[in-house]
Nanobody
Framework: QVQLVESGGGLVQAGGSLRLSCAAS????????MGWYRQAPGKQRELVAH???????NYADFVKGRVTISRDNAKNTVLMQMNSLKAGDTAVYYC?????????????????WGQGTQVTVSA
């Protein structure tokens, strides 16, 4: 088990920046993938960006060029720098992690979610 706690959300004007942080309750070395999803009112949760423990990164098309995700295994933290924010970026942002592997009982895969942090971008 791992608990994920997000911080860094808030209210910002369009064109501004925010840095979201996700702190894990234990080492993230074993977490294969960590990243961020977002969910706006009335919409489905969608992937924003993720990073694997080998450093591979994937960004959603709607944030490419505006978002940078990074992972600090020593600090058990994942950061997401968001620039040039738009009103359409307004959502609750959730930290997510996947832990998968093979144990004595066979393959396993666990999904972990944080409680979310609100990002509001005013036009």
């Amino acid at each position: 088990q791992v608990q994920l706690v997000e911080s860094g959300g808030g209210l910002v004007q369009a064109g501004g920046s925010l840095r979201l942080s996700c702190a894990a309750s234990r080492s993230i070395f074993s977490l294969n993938v960590m990243g961020w999803y977002r969910q706006a009112p009335g919409k489905q949760r969608e992937l924003v960006a993720h990073i694997t423990n080998s450093g591979n990164i994937n960004y959603a098309d709607f944030v490419k060029g505006r978002v940078t995700i990074s992972r600090d295994n020593a600090k058990n933290t994942v950061l997401m720098q968001m620039n040039s924010l738009k009103a359409g970026d307004t959502a609750v942002y959730y930290c997510h992690a996947v832990e998968a592997g093979t144990g004595r009982r066979g393959k396993y895969e666990y999904d972990y979610w944080g409680q979310g942090t609100q990002v509001t971008v005013s036009a």
